[in-house]
């Protein structure tokens, strides 16, 4: 079994959102992002953060947003951050990496499924059934103790918002030194039930379904 340090899992509030064919790329130093729809303030991005592309031809990875760098229509990057020129067109997933962390959690457990669809016909008589792949989704639920202090956030995120989940196989503070491997994805939070057992510690157990694709990351680079 893999070594498990701190956190088995954590919560993050996904602070800016954005996906669309808008988007454009600019070098022009400072670089820039533009969008079409002058989405960039609504959906919640703000100067400092770490913003992750994902779906552009060139560009996917991690920027940092400049200080005064946010516009309805424009973000500006740091002066360190380069970009190369691309137009609008493609389907472009814009968010903050990770979000402002809301809480931790241990014994989760993720159940990945994939629709199956008989596709048997009269060409294939003798041969047995046939199938082929559907839709893919995922969902699951974890448990976390509930503690006393600031910045603890015991009611958790409210049921019915969409959070940031990264579900740690292993977790180090410096995975520069130690890799880290976890899995990260983005989902609903469907429920939030505290209990109070007689014998142990005041928890709660969160389920949630998924949104985006769940993905394994190895990351062997300092934390952002």
Do not use: C
Not at 41 to 61: L, P, Q, R, Y
Not at 104 to 127: E, K, P, Y
């Amino acid at each position: 079994m893999a070594e498990i340090h701190g956190y088995q899992g954590g919560i993050f509030y996904r602070n800016g959102y954005l996906a669309g064919t808008g988007i454009a790329f600019v070098d022009s130093d400072p670089d820039t992002l533009t969008d079409t729809g002058n989405g960039f303030v609504a959906a919640g991005f703000a100067a400092g953060d770490i913003i992750n592309v994902t779906g552009s031809d060139s560009n996917d990875g991690n920027y940092t947003i400049d200080a005064g760098g946010v516009a309805a229509g424009t973000l500006t990057l740091v002066s360190g951050d380069s970009l190369t020129a691309e137009a609008a067109g493609d389907s472009i997933v814009l968010q903050t990496v990770p979000g402002t962390r809301i809480g931790g959690f241990f014994n989760w457990s993720i159940s990945q499924v994939s629709d199956v669809h008989d596709t048997t016909d009269f060409a294939d008589a003798g041969s047995g059934r046939t199938f082929t792949a559907g839709l893919t989704g995922w969902s699951g639920s974890a448990e976390r103790w509930w503690l006393t202090g600031a910045g603890t956030a015991n009611q958790g995120p409210a049921v019915g918002s969409e959070v940031l989940l990264r579900f740690f196989i292993r977790y180090t503070a410096t995975p520069a030194v130690t890799t880290n491997y976890y899995y990260e994805g983005t989902a609903i939070i469907t429920g939030h039930n505290p209990t109070t057992p007689v014998d142990e510690m005041v928890k709660g157990t969160i389920s949630f379904q998924g949104t985006s694709t769940l993905t394994l990351v190895t990351r062997s680079t300092a934390w952002a």
